[in-house]
């Protein structure tokens, strides 16, 4: 047999058996005990002593605290940075010192006094000061990143959304160093709580003036404004580079791969529980699910969808119900451009489309309100996953009421409504309009078919196109130009306070209502009310207004508010939930990994 | 011709093709308008407030040819911009992402090759007989697998079922701390090549290790166009005089068909394999997605669902030199292996 093989056939089995060679001994390699399971498959392994690993799919878009906005930039600076108060554990309005031993509150001049704590290094080597804290604040302000997360300091220290139209005299007051206090000043009583929670966000974080300065940062005076005054995107240093208080230090950006945190040995707490923490980039489900179950992975991120592929697997730590501050509604654009617009059929109520002021018609909206099947949605697109808020105020805010007045799937009262509107025209001649959703979110396409069916249901001349449309590419210009008609979208919490859901979605300048035509100077004006009530019971009684004013006007489909669920190898433990901090593994420095 | 100048003149060829493509596809972007350009930096609902602005800071919204010359000024100045998908400068992404790609061109190509090769000629040798059948319906089926399907099938089979027998990624948690770490020197970021630089025969294995899978999925979907390839070429060859007078010479039907037939039924297959050596290292966007082998191919389709206009040229820039590199080496290599073909002026 051996002389019919040519040389290269040779080469190709000797390949062949090499690749066997090397793949054989792995197979025997983990030298873990491995046990069989009675339930739900064989045991997951135990690995990575000492290392927690998740996988998940964010990818950092910068490490610099006054430019990050997004989740997973976010969880990063959490773990290297840290804030002068922080949340108590799960609560939203309790706190616990970090780089601040006190704070003390002085309503006469409206200032927070925070005394700075000794001893803190920084990760290259630096003392932490009162003169970082307020480098560190007024750094982001001046810097102001455009879409960046400084509009929530404006406005509690200078009533303000952005460093255009301030000087820095304006910021510099703010913040002042007392001895070994750092001293704000705040433009209005109201935001007392809020100022409080805003800081404990990543973009509170301190940075070393110092070592800032030594890289080329912000110099700390005026004439260097210009320089750093919403620098392009990539070209600060601390873009890139780390350098914090925290229990971890960065060890490596392998942008785009993973995301390397070790532990820092002069950390002031109790060293960290773990030596690294490894964040890496898997976009891919099947990958992500095999290396939790192959114990490569501590955490893996879960999508809704695959949670069936999952739950069965008894060797897994699952934590249910975790009631996460954000919530996905449908919005109803009340005056619509109708130039150029390829979602509104005709334009005209005739049956083939509808006019730009469609929604303005309150019956229509509360007919749709009535129409959209919640239990359902909640039942079968969320799995059970989440609740449905009545409001934008979503529970676990303070001001959520449990018994505001909401909607229910009700077809007879939809009906009685769309019966109504325009004053019977649109029962008589149907509708026909596109509603849009992002594509690739499955979940909202899902819900906008429920209302489209149901409403079809009411009168088969009441026609709704789903249609997805890329996120940046296709809904948004809609958007900004006024022409999406009605279009699903979501939003999750900056800080725990009702003010941050009602002012996006009910004030004239908010992120949602504005697009959709929604709100008044009156609306404003309460909203404002609340937010500035000194007295806890007045404000939580204008809250309450507020979500009977939601109830009232029905402007949107409020659709669900995710509870969401967590999904760990059974080594790791001492996980609690808290909807504030950023990413989804949790409070890894109270978190623990052992083969117990 | 000269094989320098023959070099020299395919070298400076590139320069209009490198602003061909690019002029194409700075075009192609620019039909997008500019707030669907700006998307890039804003990704959540929240910073829509600040679009104006970021169009107006980026330059968004200037004509084509402002844009492009600045674009174009740049890159003289040795800067390709910044890919706002990885937060790199472009330049960066592609030294960061290239070795991983590189890694599973340098052994997937030559399995490819050598296997096509070897059941091409195998299969014109037992032409119309069991053996040719079997291996073109293996070359159907190699060709016709949805590379997701086989990737994930593999995955759940040999990582999943066989408990982590073959892992995703490209070194194991441990051995990756160990190597971003002294004394290990990372010499090209190829893991397997740095671990022999290195003597460092566990990281040499565990990379092979992560390799073997995404390297085997890459084979069996591109070794088919090769043997098909190398099959048509072989029978071709076969079919020659000069075969004729080596049976008539009595040579055994072993040598005659793997020395006098395939050497020359090779010349096209040489052309075909520099192309999937370049369509590799220039990524493959599935596998290296569900291996999270992360290489060039997965950074520039994340660039060009996002928009990422700098990417996608620095992207289009290192495409454009790969071909004209790999073609130059494929011309080269034609003068080996036939003494006929001259550089320039094809067969004499």
Redesign the interface.
């Known amino acids: 047999m051996s002389?019919?093989l040519?040389?290269?056939?040779w080469?190709?089995i000797i390949?062949l058996l090499t690749?066997a060679l090397?793949?054989f001994?792995?197979?025997t390699q983990?030298g873990e005990e491995?046990e069989e399971e009675e339930n739900g498959g064989?045991a997951i392994?135990y690995?990575?002593d000492g290392?927690f690993?998740q996988m998940t799919i964010g990818?950092?878009?910068?490490l610099d605290p006054a430019a990050s906005?997004?989740n997973a930039s976010g969880e990063q600076i959490d773990l290297v940075y840290e804030t002068l108060v922080d949340y108590d554990r799960g609560a939203a309005g309790d706190f616990v010192g970090q780089l601040a031993t006190d704070w003390v509150w002085n309503a006469a001049d409206l200032t927070w006094t925070f005394t700075i704590r000794q001893g803190v290094k920084f990760h290259e080597g630096g003392d932490l000061s009162p003169e970082d804290v307020e480098y560190s604040f007024e750094r982001a302000m001046i810097y102001d990143r455009?879409?960046?997360p400084t509009w929530m300091l404006f406005e509690p220290l200078l009533l303000a959304g952005e460093y255009a139209g301030l000087t820095f005299a304006d910021v510099d007051a703010t913040v002042e160093v007392d001895g070994n206090n750092v001293v704000f000043t705040l433009a209005d009583a109201g935001y007392t709580l809020i100022w409080l929670q805003t800081i404990c966000g990543g973009w509170g974080s301190i940075v070393d003036k110092e070592w800032c300065i030594a890289n080329g940062e912000w110099d700390g005076t005026e004439a260097d404004i210009p320089n750093h005054y919403?620098q392009?995107?990539?070209t600060t240093y601390l873009?890139?580079h780390m350098n914090g208080t925290g229990p971890w230090k960065l060890?490596?950006w392998?942008?785009?791969?993973q995301f390397?945190l070790e532990r820092f040995d002069d950390y002031w707490r109790e060293p960290a529980p773990f030596d690294?923490v490894?964040s890496?980039?898997?976009?891919?489900w099947?990958?992500r699910?095999?290396?939790l179950?192959?114990?490569?992975a501590d955490f893996v991120l879960v999508d809704k969808m695959y949670i069936p592929e999952i739950e069965g697997v008894a060797d897994l730590l699952k934590i249910k119900d975790l009631g996460e501050l954000a919530v996905t509604s449908m919005f109803m654009n009340q005056d619509i451009e109708t130039e150029d617009n390829d979602y509104i059929g005709t334009g005209q109520l005739d049956g083939n489309g509808i006019p730009g002021d469609f929604f303005s018609d309150p019956d229509v909206r509360k007919g749709f309100l009535y129409a959209f099947d919640y239990e359902t949605a909640i039942r079968d697109i969320m799995l059970d996953e989440g609740i449905t808020p009545p409001s934008p105020i979503v529970e676990g805010l303070l001001g959520y009421n449990p018994d505001a007045s909401r909607y229910t799937y009700d077809l007879a009262k939809a009906e009685e409504h769309l019966k109504a509107a325009w004053g019977g025209q649109v029962w008589e001649k149907g509708f026909k309009f596109t509603a849009i959703y992002n594509s690739g979110n499955d979940m909202r396409k899902a819900a906008m078919e429920i209302l489209a069916e149901n409403l079809f249901e009411i009168n088969n001349k009441f026609q709704v196109a789903v249609v997805g449309l890329p996120?940046?590419?296709g809904m948004?210009?809609l958007?900004?130009s006024y022409r999406l008609v009605l279009y699903a979208?979501?939003?999750g919490g900056?800080y725990p306070h009702a003010h941050n859901f009602v002012a996006?979605f009910m004030s004239t300048y908010g992120?949602?209502s504005k697009f959709m035509s929604y709100g008044s100077a009156e609306l404003d004006a309460t909203i404002e009310a609340a937010l500035l009530e000194l007295d806890p019971e007045e404000q939580l009684d204008k809250y309450y207004e507020l979500q009977q004013i939601w109830y009232d006007d029905a402007p949107a489909i409020m659709c669900w508010q995710p509870t969401g669920r967590r999904w760990f190898t059974k080594y790791i433990h001492g996980f609690f939930f808290n909807p504030m901090i950023p990413g989804d593994a949790g409070p890894l420095y109270y978190m623990s990994k052992s083969a117990s | 011709m000269e094989l320098r100048s023959y070099i020299i003149r395919r070298l400076l060829l590139l320069i209009p093709v490198l602003l061909g493509v690019t002029l194409f596809i700075f075009g192609i972007t620019m039909m997008?308008?500019p707030?669907?350009r700006a998307?890039?930096?804003?990704?959540?609902?929240?910073?829509?407030?600040?679009?104006p602005?970021?169009i107006e800071?980026?330059g968004l919204d200037q004509p084509f040819v402002v844009q492009y010359g600045t674009w174009l000024g740049q890159v003289f100045t040795g800067n390709l911009g910044?890919s706002?998908?990885?937060?790199?400068?472009v330049s960066?992404?592609i030294i960061?992402?290239l070795p991983a790609t590189l890694e599973l061109a340098i052994f997937a190509t030559?399995?490819i090759i050598?296997?096509g090769?070897?059941l091409g000629?195998t299969a014109a040798a037992h032409k119309d007989r069991p053996l040719d059948h079997g291996t073109r319906v293996a070359a159907i089926l190699g060709w016709s697998l949805p590379t997701f399907w086989l990737g994930?099938m593999l995955?759940?089979i040999f990582?999943?079922f066989?408990?982590?027998?073959?892992?995703?990624?490209r070194l194991?948690?441990?051995i990756d701390?160990l190597v971003?770490a002294a004394p290990f020197i990372r010499y090209t970021h190829i893991n397997t090549i740095d671990a022999i630089l290195n003597l460092d025969g566990p990281v040499f294995?565990d990379a092979?290790?992560h390799l073997?899978l995404p390297v085997v999925t890459l084979s069996v979907v591109n070794v088919a166009f090769i043997m098909r390839l190398m099959r048509s070429s072989m029978l071709e060859s076969l079919g020659k005089g000069y075969i004729l007078t080596a049976r008539a010479k009595g040579l055994a039907e072993?040598v005659v068909v793997?020395k006098h037939a395939r050497r020359n039924a090779l010349i096209p297959v040489i052309t075909v394999s520099g192309y999937v050596f370049a369509a590799l290292a220039n990524g493959v966007v599935i596998t290296e997605?569900?291996?999270?082998f992360?290489g060039i191919g997965?950074?520039a389709w994340?660039s060009a669902i996002?928009?990422d206009i700098s990417s996608v040229l620095g992207f289009a820039l290192f495409n454009a030199v790969l071909f004209v590199l790999v073609n130059l080496v494929v011309d080269v290599l034609y003068t080996r292996v036939d003494p006929r073909v001259r550089l320039g002026q094809g067969v004499q």
Not at chain 1, 6 to 9: C, R
Not at chain 2, 84 to 89: F, I, L
Request: aromatic share 10%.
């Open positions: 002389k019919r040519s040389k290269l056939g080469i190709v390949a690749l090397v793949a001994p792995a197979c983990t491995e064989p392994p690995k990575n290392i690993v990818e950092p878009e910068t906005y997004d455009l879409g960046g919403q392009e995107d990539g873009w890139t060890n490596q392998e942008h785009g791969v390397k690294f490894i890496q980039l898997v976009e891919e099947t990958t699910k095999q290396a179950l192959a114990g490569d996120w940046g590419t948004v210009p958007l900004r979208c979501g939003w900056d996006p992120t949602f | 997008f308008s707030t669907q998307m890039l930096y804003v990704r959540d609902a929240k910073q829509l407030a600040d679009l602005a970021v800071r980026y910044y706002k998908v990885v937060s790199q400068p960066d992404a960061q992402f030559p399995l050598l296997l090769i070897l000629t994930l995955l759940m990582y999943g066989l408990r982590g027998f073959l892992p995703p990624g194991s948690v441990q701390l971003n294995l092979l290790r073997v072993r793997n997605t569900i291996f999270n992360k997965w950074w994340q996002n928009l």
